[in-house]
């Protein structure tokens, strides 16, 4: 009935909005009848896996149910005024249970809604508009958005995209720190910060590089910033505690077929409640998107990180003109830039001194200098 799509193994039903970014396919999907259908298997498959996770407290509240069940059935009697006592009890302290929940959901969901803004806010830009001869901010910057992907997924290695753009000795540093998007966001202020260009050109990319380690650094905010322990153990333990007596008030002297409807009844009402709990908490992360979920408190295994990151990088690369043929101005650049060196690009005032000095100290050779200055590097 539902068709399966497969990324690196993770099988995830249709649409699949996890582990790629939505389009006008998925949307047609979401809006059709065939949500309803979705919305009923998500209980006990991807990306939710509702069913097995809070399978625990809910084979503990049927455990509790179909007690009480066999107690009626066996016509065991118990005072009517208790009886009416719970249900008054379980009546008020109902809206704590809507409070809590919604509480918890909606906290979760702005977790969700900063991580996603953090990762696709991190490689905004780092290269935009400069053109070929700053080529070492499109790399860097593609090791920052892999290096940020790597963090938040545990991934034991840099991603092989990033390692890809680096040489063995910067594979190295990067890996070897203990944090590797440390590593990468202090080489690329080293970048900005060396740049001879326009006093408005370098405060826009300072700007922009900013901007991008500001969301770089609320991703590892949300990862390693879990939501309050206590509101977390307070609301399912209300939860639970809540379904767990809720039984002992749902049966009377009723007839035998009326109270075992209520079985069913009971577990469609346990299976909700929990199921809230359980898409606003964190379960355990995991590597990969198979097995155990990772809900709403922890994000990350429920955004499209890879594609997400493609994007980004391909967006760079088209903006910084690695998606197109360099032009004969800019390959005369590229050349020069490599006979310097590595950060040729990156003379910084000092290289421009000494250049000054080099050719005489004469106004004509200052001016010179100047000129060879501003065509160092295009500004498209």
């Given at each position: 009935m539902?068709?399966?799509?497969?990324q690196?193994?993770?099988?995830?039903?249709?649409?699949?909005v996890?582990?790629?970014?939505a389009n006008?396919?998925?949307w047609?999907r979401?809006?059709?009848?065939w949500r309803?259908?979705?919305?009923?298997?998500?209980?006990?498959g991807?990306?939710?896996h509702i069913?097995?996770?809070?399978?625990?407290?809910?084979f503990?509240?049927?455990?509790?149910?179909?007690l009480?069940?066999v107690?009626?059935?066996?016509?065991?009697?118990h005072?009517?005024?208790?009886?009416?006592?719970l249900i008054?009890?379980?009546?008020?302290t109902?809206?704590?249970?809507?409070?809590?929940?919604?509480?918890?959901l909606?906290?979760?969901y702005?977790?969700?809604?900063?991580a996603q803004a953090?990762?696709?806010?991190?490689g905004?830009?780092?290269a935009?508009g400069?053109?070929g001869?700053?080529?070492?901010?499109?790399?860097?910057g593609?090791?920052l958005?892999?290096g940020t992907?790597?963090f938040?997924l545990?991934?034991?290695r840099?991603?092989?995209?990033?390692?890809?753009?680096l040489s063995?000795?910067?594979l190295?540093v990067?890996?070897g720190?203990p944090k590797?998007?440390?590593?990468v966001?202090?080489?690329?202020?080293v970048l900005?910060?060396?740049?001879?260009l326009?006093?408005?050109?370098?405060?826009?990319?300072?700007?922009?590089?900013?901007?991008?380690?500001?969301?770089c650094?609320?991703?590892?905010?949300v990862?390693e910033?879990?939501?309050?322990q206590?509101?977390s153990l307070?609301?399912t333990?209300f939860?639970f505690?809540w379904?767990?007596?809720?039984?002992?008030?749902l049966w009377?002297?009723?007839?035998?077929?009326?109270?075992?409807?209520?079985?069913?009844?009971?577990?469609l009402m346990?299976a909700?409640l929990?199921?809230?709990?359980?898409a606003s908490?964190?379960s355990?992360?995991s590597s990969?998107r198979?097995?155990?979920?990772s809900q709403l408190?922890?994000?990350?295994?429920?955004l499209?990180l890879?594609?997400m990151?493609?994007?980004?990088?391909g967006?760079?690369?088209?903006r910084?003109?690695?998606g197109r043929?360099p032009?004969?101005?800019?390959a005369?650049e590229?050349a020069?830039?490599?006979?310097?060196?590595?950060?040729?690009n990156l003379a910084?005032?000092?290289g421009e001194?000494q250049?000054?000095?080099q050719?005489?100290?004469?106004?004509?050779s200052?001016?010179?200098?100047r000129?060879?200055d501003?065509t160092?590097i295009p500004?498209t």
């Amino acid at each position: 009935m539902l068709g399966l799509r497969s990324q690196k193994g993770a099988k995830q039903p249709e649409p699949d909005v996890v582990t790629v970014k939505a389009n006008r396919d998925h949307w047609r999907r979401l809006h059709s009848q065939w949500r309803f259908a979705d919305s009923l298997l998500c209980c006990i498959g991807p990306p939710g896996h509702i069913l097995w996770n809070i399978r625990v407290p809910f084979f503990a509240v049927m455990c509790t149910t179909i007690l009480v069940a066999v107690l009626e059935y066996l016509e065991i009697q118990h005072s009517p005024a208790n009886t009416d006592t719970l249900i008054r009890s379980f009546q008020l302290t109902s809206f704590v249970v809507a409070l809590l929940l919604t509480l918890r959901l909606n906290r979760a969901y702005d977790r969700w809604l900063r991580a996603q803004a953090g990762f696709s806010g991190t490689g905004r830009e780092p290269a935009a508009g400069q053109g070929g001869a700053f080529a070492e901010l499109e790399r860097w910057g593609i090791v920052l958005i892999y290096g940020t992907l790597g963090f938040v997924l545990s991934l034991p290695r840099l991603h092989p995209a990033a390692a890809e753009v680096l040489s063995e000795e910067e594979l190295q540093v990067v890996e070897g720190s203990p944090k590797a998007v440390y590593a990468v966001m202090a080489r690329l202020r080293v970048l900005v910060g060396g740049a001879v260009l326009p006093a408005e050109k370098l405060l826009a990319m300072n700007d922009s590089i900013a901007r991008g380690m500001d969301a770089c650094c609320s991703c590892m905010g949300v990862l390693e910033q879990a939501t309050p322990q206590v509101l977390s153990l307070l609301s399912t333990g209300f939860v639970f505690t809540w379904l767990l007596f809720l039984p002992f008030g749902l049966w009377e002297a009723t007839a035998r077929t009326v109270m075992w409807l209520t079985v069913p009844a009971m577990a469609l009402m346990a299976a909700l409640l929990l199921g809230c709990d359980e898409a606003s908490t964190s379960s355990g992360r995991s590597s990969t998107r198979e097995g155990a979920a990772s809900q709403l408190e922890d994000p990350f295994n429920l955004l499209p990180l890879e594609d997400m990151a493609r994007r980004s990088v391909g967006d760079m690369r088209r903006r910084g003109g690695s998606g197109r043929a360099p032009s004969k101005l800019e390959a005369l650049e590229l050349a020069a830039l490599a006979a310097k060196g590595l950060n040729g690009n990156l003379a910084g005032k000092q290289g421009e001194a000494q250049q000054q000095q080099q050719q005489g100290g004469s106004e004509s050779s200052k001016a010179g200098s100047r000129a060879g200055d501003d065509t160092c590097i295009p500004v498209t």
